[in-house]
């Protein structure tokens, strides 16, 4: 026995197509300039003929002339209508490519949209939030004091520095006015004061001990 094999007969596609339509229509341009030269021939044979007074000859060459240019004629109605195939076609290969990038599209986002699922959104955040919640419970259990800082009373602290507060101005209150501060600028020197006079030299101030203390006794008397 003879197994047959029916081969299904495939669709052809828009590429293909419009190949085989450009094979075509360069098949028709080269019959079209083969008649053409046809054509030249037959009407130069007419005008020999025309010279030679072969009447009948000549209207020959003007017959087959006729005929060549009614086939180009055709060829010409023939390439306009796969021109017009041609542009079908192409109009219809972006239609094409245009609805299959959109059904593409399409079933990106369906595939996009199945693993966003709502409700495992909904899941994913509330365990977002529980961690976040556990993370914020150790924070604040590690924060919390243990040991002898637990028995600490901050009420106490803040009292006791009051106390240390109120005590320092008390002490600052005490002082006495004539002290200086202890902010108080550096002297100035005695060159620098006003009405300052340069100290004599020792023997003028000598002579001027004496000359008082000579005064003063006579005053006694």
Not at 63 to 69: A, D, I, Q, V
Not at 112 to 118: E, F, G, R, S, T
Request: contains cysteine; glycine residues 2%; negative net charge.
């Amino acid at each position: 026995m003879f197994k047959m094999f029916k081969k299904q007969r495939e669709e052809p596609s828009a590429i293909s197509s419009i190949d085989k339509l450009n094979e075509t229509l360069e098949m028709l341009e080269k019959k079209e300039r083969v008649l053409q030269k046809k054509i030249s021939t037959e009407i130069e044979k007419a005008k020999e003929f025309t010279r030679v007074k072969n009447k009948r000859a000549a209207i020959q060459c003007l017959k087959r002339k006729k005929l060549y240019e009614t086939q180009v004629e055709q060829l010409g109605n023939f390439q306009l209508r796969i021109h017009d195939q041609m542009i079908m076609l192409e109009g219809a290969k972006a239609t094409t490519d245009t609805v299959d990038a959109l059904r593409t599209g399409a079933s990106a986002m369906k595939n996009i949209q199945k693993a966003m699922n709502i409700d495992d959104i909904d899941r994913t955040m509330d365990e977002v939030n529980e961690h976040t919640e556990n993370l914020k419970q150790i924070q604040e259990a590690l924060a919390t004091p243990v040991g002898a800082a637990v028995d600490i009373d901050e009420d106490e602290l803040e009292a006791e520095l009051e106390e240390l507060e109120e005590a320092e101005l008390e002490e600052q209150l005490l002082q006495p006015a004539n002290q200086a501060p202890a902010t108080q600028l550096p002297p100035v020197p005695a060159s620098r004061r006003p009405g300052y006079a340069p100290p004599q030299k020792t023997s003028q101030i000598s002579a001027e001990d004496d000359e008082l203390a000579a005064l003063q006794a006579e005053m006694a008397l």
